[in-house]
């Protein structure tokens, strides 16, 4: 098994850890509806399925009996 030579301290561990940060996520409002949601991604209002302010999938209309 592969052996380090010699053991890494934590200040030298923590210092090339210091670089790695998590971005938060890019939320856009639209322009058609008002909902925020992630960009290049499909979001769903009312039961419409919308992607770049354009209604991919209608909603069902369910009829009560």
Do not use: F, N, W
């Not at 996520?25 to 949601?37: A, D, L, R, S």
Request: aromatic share 4%; net charge positive; hydrophobic share 25%.
């Amino acid at each position: 098994m592969a052996h380090p030579k010699s053991r890494i301290s934590k200040q030298r561990k923590r210092k090339r850890r210091t670089h790695k940060k998590i971005t938060p996520p890019q939320v856009q409002v639209c322009k058609e509806t008002g909902e925020p949601h992630l960009r290049h991604r499909a979001y769903e209002v009312d039961g419409a399925l919308y992607y770049k302010g354009k209604v991919l999938i209608p909603a069902i209309e369910v009829d009560e009996e």
